[in-house]
């Protein structure tokens, strides 16, 4: 898939380790570069949030390994999506530690920096820009120098219209890609959000209940995609659609009440009293 | 010179002969005023005063006015076509044929003015007795000591003995000795007030008695601290009175932009219509009940409420519903609708401010000390900015309408889910919201000046409030606006009034990078800024 | 490099719009200069120095309403305090005017009027070098731009958008109002700066000067467009808009959005400062009123009546409520607040994209 290959980023320093061919002992760790090298891609432990004395996190601790696929399930108010604030930054916690790879500290770094590192986010609502077209959205995102003198004067170059159109292929969307995205259907908002993810090239995607109101053909489009970016890719994927994690997931985690109940093979999962009790229901 | 001592001599006598006030001016002692010659007429100028009669004012009164006569043997003051006897009183049935001048040579009206004086202080009218100690204070002859210290002996009014104790020591400190210059020194230190300072510190200066200087200094530091106390109360009212008008002015945008998000540009101009409605009862009242003047307030405050809150309705329902969910639309639109209701407000009444009286009761105030007085209006004011909080209070959290606004402004959408019918809590809401406008306009009528152009000046002071405050929650805007009336007057002590209100909103801008929801906001995930 | 160039041209307006572009620029650099000085006053074809002054004042506007077209418009940032901005400009290049007032002023003193009715011996801190136009100039520009920079820097950095940023912007120009109503400021207290006499040698109120700085404002009014289309139409205004839309996503995506705010915002100011300074020149007076908060509201009706988020809305929006303001205030004066207000009511409730939506819909619906 073209657009799990690393592109020549115009003027921003590498930020990237994994790619690299060099073995990991020779080389030198900079603080802020990405080095997933040694097997775990996301690291918290021990975190914990509240708001106004109630606990959101409670001693959350997950790990999720270089090229993994997770699915983390739990019922509403687990504290699903702020632990993906957390893991964005755009939430601080009280408590406990998180990196990003051996040397990045969430906890240090700003939502842009934190994006700019590596790390893409799709929201619970399909979040677009409603007044650009499909293709205008992909452009935005599209992994480049992202600052404001560059984009003064920034021109689309033939390689990067061809990834965008390589992209609108993929979400299908090649044919409204000059179509005001707000015009989209709800499960094409979800596809062109999921596009606009991959554009930046992230290392760890989370994915917030990516295939919440789309069709049965959508969904089963969705799984297939997730598949073939894991590897290349980091996926952490929350989802209520049993179904659907059942058909992508090796390891699922279960949240409830800010803290990790179960983690496991599904099956095992499904089986776990607690979970039932909990969540799944008999 | 000869006439100073003699006439010092004549107020020393007086003073030493010091008794209860006789009943009856002594016949003696005015016939030798108007028949005698040279020193016997100071010496009954003394013995005048000496009696302390007050009859004896009128008699010296009438020598210094050229209106006391001699006919005959009788001494008679003639005043137009009247004339009186001068030892009883009695006026005479018909003006004497024969009448001779009694004429009072500069001398002698020195000594009177003196006598006049000294007798005024012990008139047994209280407010006689103020004016003199008064007059005195402003500068007193050393003479007048003794006089002054019998008077003061005699006083019982707080006011005219803490007037005369000051015109003692001061006269004590020219004359005195070492003694009793450091008694006097003392006693200021004591009673003095922030007239005292002046004369301390020309003390400190001029006098050479190294334990006399010693004894200014710690006196004076007892008057600043008394001083201090009085002003840091000044200051404390003042704060608090600012800061209940600013309540008043703040309530009412606080609970409809917390209600709806929408801030209501033309939020000063509904204060306006609450003050200019108390000017129509006020006139109302002057034309049909003029016997009632006072009440008209009493009246103007349901009036100024019921007034705001309707024209706030209409708004409601006529603009400001179609604009929900567009904060920025409803701020231009509730901008207009300012500029429409001033030039309203404008045609009606005129562009010129408008008078509003303060009924008795709320005139005058309470004098602390002389330099401090809380006047009756803004305490008033204090008082009613506290009712109307409970009210408010009360209204949110103990009624149906109050649990429906506080519903929806948690969560509107799930409010309207169970049932609650939110556009009429909105339009009701909004109406209570520009009622309260209405009562702070009534408040302000009563201390400051009505015209089209009121509202302009409190609308930034009352977004500052909201914005400072957070919304949601009554206790942020009462801290907010307390804390901003405190910091406006504390600021105004020491740069004045204009850098003062610029210190202030540079500060609340800061304030605002730091904590963008305000003093108190609801947190969590459910309220996005 | 003539490819890219042209490139860029193309890029920024069609065939049909350069065509106008020019029309207009004839009108303004030809057409008025011509009525206005070679045409004898007695003709029914002359242009009067009212008119002039009139329209270069209105053109001021236009270029400070474009300034917020470009923050409103296209980022969503509504400032109710863009007019300190302007006013700053204004006062700026009225120090520079009032030095070159020299001795013909009242008092006969080097020092301007109002400093000698206050018995100052000499010229506050913030006079220094004014009697050079390029710093004054500079100053006009530039001290507009450092006040947003900072402001803008702490605002955006915590966050604040929407009501309570239009909230403190409002209290930023108030505050400064007060502050230059006192005397002791140095900047004429509530009177301000009149009675100009020179500027860089000319006598300021002959035919020739009003004519020239008719011109320089159209000229400038012309480049601010273009200017504003390029940024628009660029990647860089593709952000802006994405950032008014959806904030959160875009710094997702990677983008700091506080430069990109902090850049139009200060972008914004500098040219309200520039719009200023060409203001003074014409309309000869500058006071704190210009920095009422009155003022900056109407900033916004002007772009709202246009059309916002779309430049030359807020041009037209400019022209339209400030001609109607200097009609009515001529032959209504008592119903010109009126008419302000409903515009503003009206045009919110009704015309929500202004005078060019109506334009749009009325074009889509032949």
Request: glycine share 10%.
């Amino acid at each position: 898939m073209a657009v799990g290959e690393m592109m020549t980023s115009t003027t921003a320093p590498p930020r990237d380790g994994v790619d690299d061919p060099i073995p990991s002992s020779s080389r030198l760790h900079t603080p802020g570069q990405l080095d997933a090298t040694h097997g775990v891609v996301l690291y918290l432990d021990n975190i914990s949030v509240s708001f106004d004395g109630f606990k959101a996190l409670n001693n959350l601790s997950l790990a999720i390994d270089t090229g993994e696929l997770r699915c983390v399930i739990g019922p509403n108010g687990a504290g699903k999506t702020t632990m993906m604030d957390v893991i964005t930054g755009k939430t601080r916690p009280d408590s406990g530690t998180a990196f990003f790879g051996q040397t990045i500290d969430l906890k240090q770094f700003s939502e842009v920096e934190i994006a700019q590192a590596g790390i893409g986010r799709k929201f619970q609502k399909p979040t677009i820009f409603e007044h650009h077209t499909v293709f205008e959205n992909l452009e935005l995102a599209m992994k480049a120098d992202k600052r404001v003198i560059k984009s003064l004067f920034a021109r689309l170059s033939g390689a990067e219209r061809d990834r965008i159109a390589e992209m609108l292929a993929l979400i299908r969307l090649t044919d409204s890609a000059q179509r005001v995205a707000g015009l989209l259907s709800h499960g094409q908002k979800q596809w062109l959000e999921i596009g606009m993810l991959l554009m930046q090239e992230p290392k760890l995607l989370l994915l917030d209940e990516p295939v919440a109101g789309m069709s049965d053909d959508e969904t089963e489009r969705t799984a297939e995609l997730f598949l073939t970016l894991a590897g290349k890719h980091s996926l952490v994927v929350v989802e209520h659609d049993m179904a659907f994690v059942e058909k992508i997931a090796r390891k699922v985690t279960v949240l409830h009440e800010g803290s990790v109940i179960a983690e496991g093979a599904m099956d095992e999962v499904q089986n776990d009293p607690r979970v039932i009790e909990v969540y799944l229901g008999r | 010179m000869r006439g100073k001592l003699t006439i010092t001599t004549v107020l020393l006598l007086a003073s030493a002969l010091f008794v209860c006030p006789a009943a009856a001016l002594d016949r003696a002692a005015v016939e030798k005023l108007a028949f005698g010659e040279g020193d016997e007429r100071l010496e009954a100028i003394g013995a005048l005063v000496t009696e302390g009669d007050p009859r004896a004012a009128i008699v010296l009164g009438a020598l210094g006015d050229g209106e006391l006569q001699t006919a005959s043997k009788r001494v008679i003051i003639v005043r137009g076509a009247e004339a009186t006897d001068a030892v009883t009183g009695e006026k005479l049935a018909s003006m004497p044929a024969e009448r001779e001048d009694i004429v009072a040579n500069n001398r002698l009206r020195g000594a009177v003015q003196g006598a006049l004086a000294a007798l005024k202080l012990i008139s047994p009218d209280r407010a006689i007795r103020f004016a003199a100690a008064k007059e005195l204070a402003g500068g007193a002859d050393a003479g007048m000591l003794p006089l002054v210290k019998k008077a003061l002996d005699k006083e019982s009014d707080a006011d005219i003995r803490t007037l005369l104790t000051h015109i003692a020591a001061s006269l004590e400190l020219k004359t005195g000795d070492v003694k009793t210059r450091l008694a006097a020194v003392r006693t200021l230190g004591l009673s003095g007030g922030h007239n005292a300072k002046p004369l301390l510190l020309s003390v400190l200066e001029s006098e050479t008695d190294a334990d006399v200087r010693l004894e200014a200094q710690t006196s004076l530091k007892q008057v600043d601290e008394r001083l201090l106390w009085g002003q840091r109360a000044g200051l404390l009212f003042a704060g608090i009175s600012l800061g209940s008008i600013l309540l008043l002015a703040a309530l009412g945008l606080a609970i409809t932009y917390g209600l709806m998000g929408v801030i209501n540009m033309a939020h000063g101009e509904l204060i306006m219509i609450g003050a200019y409605a108390t000017y129509v009862v006020q006139n109302l009242f002057r034309t049909h009940l003029p016997a009632a003047f006072d009440w008209y307030l009493l009246c103007a405050v349901p009036v100024a409420f019921a007034v705001s809150a309707l024209v706030g309705m209409v708004l409601e329902r006529t603009v400001i519903r179609w604009l929900y969910g567009r904060p920025l639309e409803t701020l231009l639109a509730t901008w207009g609708i300012s500029l429409v209701l001033i030039q309203t407000v404008r045609t009606i009444f005129g562009a010129q401010n408008v008078q509003v009286e303060n009924p008795a009761f709320m005139s005058g105030g309470i004098e602390l000390l002389a330099n401090v007085v809380l006047p009756w209006s803004r305490i008033v004011i204090v008082l009613f900015a506290g009712a109307v909080l409970a009210g408010v209070w009360l209204l949110l959290t103990r009624t149906r309408l109050g649990l429906f606004v506080r519903g929806v402004t948690q969560n509107r959408a799930m409010a309207s889910c169970v049932g609650v019918p939110t556009a009429r809590v909105d339009t009701l809401a909004f109406g209570l919201g520009s009622g309260i406008a209405g009562l702070a306009g009534c408040a302000l009528s009563q201390i400051g000046n009505v015209g089209p152009d009121l509202g302009q000046s409190y609308i930034v002071d009352s977004f500052m409030v909201v914005v400072l405050g957070g919304v949601g929650q009554l206790a942020g805007t009462v801290y907010a606006a307390l804390g901003l009336g405190f910091a406006n007057k504390l600021l105004e002590s020491w740069a004045g009034a204009v850098l003062a209100k610029i210190v202030v909103l540079v500060f609340i801008i800061i304030f605002i990078q730091k904590r963008p929801q305000g003093m108190f906001a609801l947190k969590g995930r459910s309220v996005e800024t | 490099m003539t490819g890219p160039l042209t490139a860029t041209f193309a890029r920024l307006y069609g065939a049909s719009g350069w065509a106008a572009l020019s029309a207009i620029g004839f009108v303004l650099f030809v057409v008025f200069p011509a009525l206005n000085l070679a045409v004898s006053p007695d003709s029914a074809f002359h242009v009067s120095a009212y008119w002039i002054t009139l329209i270069g004042k209105i053109m001021c506007y236009a270029i400070v309403a474009l300034a917020m077209d470009l923050i409103w418009g296209y980022c969503g940032i509504l400032s109710l305090g863009h007019g300190l901005f302007f006013a700053l400009g204004g006062y700026g290049m009225g120090m520079y005017l009032m030095r070159q007032i020299g001795r013909d002023g009242q008092y006969r003193a080097e020092l301007p009027d109002f400093m000698v009715f206050l018995d100052w011996n000499a010229f506050p801190w913030q006079w220094w070098n004014t009697d050079q136009f390029w710093w004054a100039l500079l100053l006009a520009v530039a001290v507009p731009g450092l006040l947003a920079f900072v402001f803008g820097y702490f605002a955006f950095r915590s966050r604040i958008k929407g009501v309570y940023f239009s909230i403190i912007t409002q209290a930023l120009t108030f505050a400064a109002m007060l502050l230059f109503f006192r005397n002791e400021t140095g900047f004429g207290g509530n009177n301000g700066f009149t009675d100009f006499k020179r500027i860089l040698g000319y006598t300021i109120t002959t035919p020739e000067t009003r004519m020239v700085l008719f011109t320089l404002s159209g000229a400038v009014l012309l480049g601010t467009l273009l200017l504003g289309r390029y940024l628009v139409t660029s990647k860089f205004g593709r952000v802006l808009a994405a950032i008014r839309d959806a904030e959160q996503r875009v710094m997702f995506c990677g983008y700091n959005t506080l430069h990109y705010k902090l850049f139009i915002w200060t972008l914004s100011a500098v040219l309200c400062g520039f719009a200023g300074a060409l203001y003074v020149t014409q309309v000869g007076i500058i006071n704190p009123g210009e920095m009422s908060p009155a003022n900056s509201i109407e900033i916004a009706i002007w772009v709202a009546v246009g059309g916002r988020g779309t430049l030359i809305g807020a041009i037209i929006g400019a022209g339209v409520v400030n001609g109607a303001k200097s009609f009515f205030t001529q032959a209504f004066p008592e119903y010109w607040l009126y008419v302000l207000g409903l515009m503003f009511i009206l045009v919110t409730l009704f015309m929500p994209q202004g005078i060019v939506g109506l334009f749009n819909k009325w074009r889509s619906a032949k």
